[in-house]
């Protein structure tokens, strides 16, 4: 079956401006969670959705935000880019989004603020 | 604030070596999981461990959950140059996965 898709994989943007990052859930999963990566920092929890509900949020700024759709595909939005924002943005989906369970993430989305 | 450590942050050795990678909190996970991550891919997961003094094989890579819950170590045998890649730990929080910062591994010819 097919894997996580991340749209797109590249993106270059200019500082104040904003950009929105799409992810397809595998078949049947309803979690997605969304993770922002930076070396040496390991992944940044941002949020995760469920069935359309935020369930849960990380402690990044409102500029960060999402929301789900009623197939449970995925979108994050990121407004007023900063240059601290230049990171790889994964995304994750699940089956339950409970902890113990598998995670299969995306190729995800290399973001460049410049 | 639950917090996870990975020691080392890199490491390069010649192939046919071992080596362990540790993970360590003051903090006790309901689970944890190792992930490797290669460049331009997204984490896989290679195992989840939910019980203190799990042990678990995977070919080369045993993995071992803490009996207190709050550590586990990655040991890979016989080090292959395909084991190159970044490995992550996360434990599972209440309400969402706890990632270390991860250890890069280069693995030789």
């Known amino acids: 079956k097919a894997g996580v898709t991340q749209t797109p994989r590249y993106l270059i943007k200019t500082r104040g401006q904003q950009v929105t990052l799409s992810c397809s859930p595998i078949?049947?999963?309803?979690?997605v969670s969304w993770y922002q990566q930076t070396p040496g920092q390991g992944l940044q929890f941002l949020f995760e959705?469920?069935?359309?509900?935020?369930?849960n949020k990380g402690n990044f700024p409102g500029r960060f935000s999402g929301r789900q759709f009623s197939n449970s595909r995925s979108e994050m939005n990121v407004s007023t880019l900063e240059l601290g924002d230049s990171a790889l943005y994964l995304c994750?989906?699940?089956?339950?989004?409970?902890?113990?369970?598998?995670?299969?993430f995306g190729q995800g989305t290399r973001l460049t603020v410049v | 604030t639950q917090l996870l450590e990975q020691s080392p942050q890199f490491l390069s050795i010649q192939e046919g070596e071992n080596l362990t990678v540790y993970c360590n909190s003051s903090?006790?996970?309901?689970?944890l999981q190792w992930y490797r991550q290669e460049p331009g891919e997204g984490p896989v997961l290679l195992v989840t461990?939910?019980?203190g003094g799990e042990v678990k094989k995977l070919k080369r890579l045993t993995f071992q959950f803490g009996d207190a819950r709050k550590d586990s170590s990655l040991h890979i045998t016989a080090a292959q140059p395909g084991d190159t890649g970044l490995y992550l730990c996360?434990?599972?929080?209440?309400?969402?996965?706890?990632w270390g910062a991860g250890t890069k591994l280069i693995i030789k010819p």
């Open positions: 461990v939910v019980t």
């Open positions: 996360a434990g599972g929080g209440n309400y969402q996965l706890i």
């Open positions: 903090s006790v996970f309901s689970s």
């Open positions: 959705y469920f069935s359309e509900t935020q369930r």
């Open positions: 078949s049947g999963h309803r979690s």
């Open positions: 994750a989906s699940s089956l339950t989004g409970w902890v113990n369970t598998e995670a299969f």
